[in-house]
């Protein structure tokens, strides 16, 4: 049985979910549900990171406990992920018992064996990073990711020999290439490690809002140091290794790339001081850019007020697009591992021409005709159409491409599929001809359609179970297995294709 296990980095629960979370998200969650597509038994963790500075911050604000704001705003990130029919297999709170549970054995174990040690530490802190710059790393003296005031801070801490690993983590990404993906990625992760590393401080006294060190009750733990550690958490370490075992193997990081070094420097290393193997797998993504700016609301402008961004919530645009619009949107627009710019023109074009003129009028087309022609029943499909090739180059071209994180690349396969058969139908216009003579072609199209249908399940779940029906079959598409249920078959023959209204009715493109 081969197993798949995908993480999304934990959100902070400062504030609410924006695009930029559900970005990673969406893809995470069509990765996982390709994975259970192919047969994969499949594992898709994501949560939320209460700890901290910048969340008691955020409390503070609002005047309530930091419990309570995390409570509040932790259940708008799970809102925001079934809105957005997110499959989630678990989901995770740093606040949740199991998570103390976790960090209080993960970490004892890295102290007996002699990794953690006090000292004092003097630094400039970002609260916003949750993490100390070098005035090197500063831009005039602001924090380079939020462009916010930094902060002197000089604690007595437990720290973390960093250090001590470097030769390791060099070896492991030596021996293990594509540990990290894409290439640029594990390069920069290389050279970090090679530049030389320094103990990090792993505790804090300042703060109260944290996970209790266990060996000494007047601090906490630093929120990345417990953070890092939900993806253990969610496979129940130190109660139950067996599970563990398991998972632990066919780990898959998705995170963005400003948390590089948590995951790809300190995380394996954590790993290595407490005798964990470290993660196998870490794919770093790109930002999603409005106006060229990374959505997030610490950002500030020059003269250190907030930058007036667009708050756009996932539930603003599927209110208004559709979730499965916004899906295809998400996974098709930005490949992963590059920035992609978003705005509202962009998502318009590509539901009309993607949505709309291609699938939807697809779906539509054959449905009707089959309506006026066959008496709304499924012909056989033609063993020797030129749609058979296609379909089959379409669902190598995704399978590669979902396997390799390239969900861009699985859809736009799909995509000259549908083109294919669209072209197809132009070309021989079964619409023009006499019921009875066109058999083979809208048999072969609705063939088709049942493929597409299937692989576009992992982005468009819903949008897949709706073509499923409207083509007379029982079931989901989530319960056939790839690749064999995608191969030109002869299962819809004999079936009442139902018309149904538009499945993207077109928008009009913003003035
Ligand atoms: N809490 C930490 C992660 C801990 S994981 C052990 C954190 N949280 S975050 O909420 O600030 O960011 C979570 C993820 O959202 C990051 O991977 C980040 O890259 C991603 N995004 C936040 N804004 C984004 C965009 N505008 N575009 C794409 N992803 C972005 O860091």
């Not at 709309?356 to 012909?379: E, F, I, Q, W």
Request: charged letters at 20%; aromatic letters at 10%.
């Amino acid at each position: 049985m081969t197993r798949f296990y995908i993480t999304t980095p934990i959100y902070y629960v400062n504030d609410v979910p924006h695009l930029g979370h559900a970005y990673c998200t969406v893809n995470a969650d069509a990765i996982a549900r390709w994975h259970r597509l192919i047969g994969d038994d499949t594992l898709f963790l994501t949560g939320t990171d209460e700890h901290g500075a910048k969340v008691a911050e955020a409390a503070e604000e609002h005047g309530v406990t930091p419990r309570e704001w995390t409570d509040r705003t932790s259940a708008r990130f799970s809102e925001a992920w079934e809105g957005l029919n997110v499959s989630n297999d678990d989901f995770v709170r740093t606040t949740e018992t199991r998570h103390y549970d976790t960090v209080r054995d993960f970490l004892q174990k890295i102290y007996d064996n002699g990794f953690i040690k006090k000292d004092t530490y003097r630094g400039l802190y970002c609260v916003s990073c949750e993490d100390y710059y070098t005035p090197d790393d500063l831009n005039d003296g602001m924090c380079p990711v939020h462009g916010r005031g930094v902060v002197e801070m000089e604690e007595d801490n437990y720290f973390f020999q960093l250090s001590a690993f470097q030769d390791r983590l060099i070896e492991w990404y030596e021996k293990n290439p594509d540990a990290i993906r894409p290439a640029s990625k594990r390069n920069e992760a290389l050279s970090f490690i090679k530049g030389g590393l320094k103990d990090v401080s792993i505790t804090r006294t300042s703060l109260s809002w944290g996970v209790p060190v266990p060996w000494d009750d007047a601090h906490v733990f630093y929120v990345w140091y417990d953070a890092l550690i939900n993806y253990l958490t969610a496979l129940g370490y130190g109660e139950d290794p067996e599970n563990v075992a398991t998972w632990w193997p066919h780990v898959h990081h998705l995170i963005g790339k400003e948390i590089i070094r948590f995951h790809c420097v300190w995380w394996p290393a954590m790993c290595m001081a407490a005798g964990v193997e470290p993660p196998a797998n870490i794919f770093v993504h790109g930002w999603l850019l409005v106006g060229g700016q990374k959505l997030s609301k610490s950002m500030v402008d020059d003269q250190g007020g907030p930058v007036k961004l667009t708050q756009i919530t996932p539930a603003s645009l599927t209110e208004d697009f559709g979730v499965d619009a916004i899906r295809y949107h998400l996974l098709r627009n930005t490949p992963l591992g590059t920035d992609g710019e978003f705005s509202i023109e962009g998502l318009t074009e590509r539901y009309n021409s993607d949505l709309a003129n291609n699938l939807g009028n697809l779906v539509a087309r054959v449905a009707t005709v089959v309506a006026s022609k066959c008496g709304g029943t499924a012909p056989a499909p033609d063993p020797q159409s030129p749609l058979v090739a296609a379909a089959a180059q379409a669902v190598t071209s995704a399978s590669d491409a979902w396997q390799r994180f390239a969900p861009h690349e699985a859809l736009e396969a799909t995509w000259r599929l549908i083109g294919a058969a669209n072209a197809e139908l132009e070309n021989t216009e079964p619409w023009k001809a006499e019921p009875g003579t066109v058999d083979d072609v809208l048999g072969s199209a609705l063939e088709v359609v049942r493929i597409v249908a299937l692989l576009i399940a992992p982005a468009m779940p819903a949008t897949s179970l709706e073509i499923w029906h409207r083509l007379g079959l029982s079931g989901s598409p989530e319960d056939e297995r790839l690749p064999g249920a995608a191969d030109w078959g002869n299962s819809l023959a004999g079936h009442d294709v139902i018309k149904g209204d538009p499945l993207f009715p077109r928008r009009k493109t913003t003035p």
